[in-house]
């Protein structure tokens, strides 16, 4: 095997009795599951922002961000969940470059899988902890995923996983609302296969273990664009995507259909100055129709202290060293735009 065992690392129950939760912050993350949940089953008409960096990819930063998004959660609170990004896996096309937090808590040295595991589980714990809000992250790596299942708000499969097995089996195991991304190719039916796979139950192997899976009823779309054959972007958050996801869910035996539109990625072009133009576009939609509204849960938004981006090692506080994000004035100002337009 051409592969060096480094060390043994902790399980995910030893990591969890070494950084807890106290039955406070239980109680939060109790409470705010059964408010994000109510969304997805239509019970409520809130509308759900998931928004933060590309990639958590400092502590100070990422939780100077979310400060930030406590204040103005505040005036926006009777319309709006905010549920701030926390990704700490970062996928990568070819396998090279920055992998997230978990591989590298610092991105300026090499990579330290254990160090990763404590920084991430911190992270999401100051969250909760310093400001009450249960986070997303992506499920890249499924068996990880229970290092952080007693803190998350909410989970998203990614295009290049969206058609792996082991990702459809363990959503159909989370209590908590997972969206399936439309795979890089566009094909909305893998989609609605994932979503089918999420929302049924299953015997399958995880950690070591034989697990039966109850199904997950609030497994979603997520539309964030695809790339054609002949390498250009292509969005599909317009109007007449809306329409064809809706028929495609009323012709499914799919419960709670709902979709979260990712304003960036293919969408954008990743141009991700374009991200308030597509908001706007997504909540006229909305509003000029009930059944998109019904069925349209929230947005994904790429945001950051600073717009753009920089290459590891520039060390300018708050922007990202991934994809370029929307800075904080701008996002600000789109979050109560969102509030005062949304129907």
């Keep these: ?60 930063p990422v939780l100077e961000y979310i400060s930030r998004l406590k204040r103005v959660e505040e005036q926006v609170k009777d319309k709006i969940i905010i549920v701030p990004r926390i990704y700490t896996n970062k996928p990568r096309t070819t396998g090279e470059g920055y992998k997230g937090m978990l591989h590298q808590p610092d991105p300026d040295n090499s990579p330290d899988m254990l160090s990763g595991i404590v920084a991430i589980r911190d992270l999401h714990m100051s969250a909760l902890r310093d400001y009450g809000f249960t986070c997303a992250d992506e499920m890249l790596y499924p068996e990880n995923h229970r290092y952080l299942s007693d803190l998350l708000a909410y989970v998203a499969v990614g295009a290049r996983s969206v058609e792996n097995q082991q990702h459809r089996l363990t959503a159909s195991g989370l209590d908590i609302p997972v969206g399936m991304k439309n795979p890089t190719s566009g094909d909305l039916g893998i989609m609605m296969n994932s979503i089918t796979a999420a929302q049924s139950s299953h015997t399958f192997i995880y950690r070591g273990w034989e697990v039966f899976s109850k199904g997950n009823p609030y497994a979603h779309a997520i539309l964030r664009g695809y790339v054609d054959f002949a390498g250009k972007n292509v969005s599909n958050y317009h109007y007449e995507d809306l329409q064809k996801l809706y028929e495609l869910y009323t012709n499914s035996n799919l419960v709670n259909p709902a979709v979260i539109i990712d304003t960036n990625h293919a969408n954008s072009g990743k141009k991700y100055l374009e991200q308030p133009r597509i908001a706007k576009d997504v909540i006229y939609s909305c509003n000029h129709n009930s059944q998109i509204r019904s069925m349209v849960k929230g947005l994904m938004i790429e945001s950051y202290l600073e717009d753009g981006a920089q290459k590891i090692g520039e060390h300018v506080y708050g922007k990202s060293i991934t994809d370029p994000c929307l800075g904080w004035e701008k996002t600000e100002n789109l979050i109560l735009k969102i509030a005062d337009t949304l129907k």
């Design 1 to 60: 095997m051409n592969m060096n065992f480094m060390r043994k690392l902790p399980i995910p129950q030893q990591i969890k009795a070494r950084y807890p939760l106290t039955a406070e912050l239980q109680k939060i993350k109790e409470e705010r599951d059964i408010e994000i949940q109510k969304v997805f089953a239509g019970e409520s008409d809130k509308f759900l922002l998931i928004i933060g960096p590309c990639s958590a990819d400092s502590r100070e």
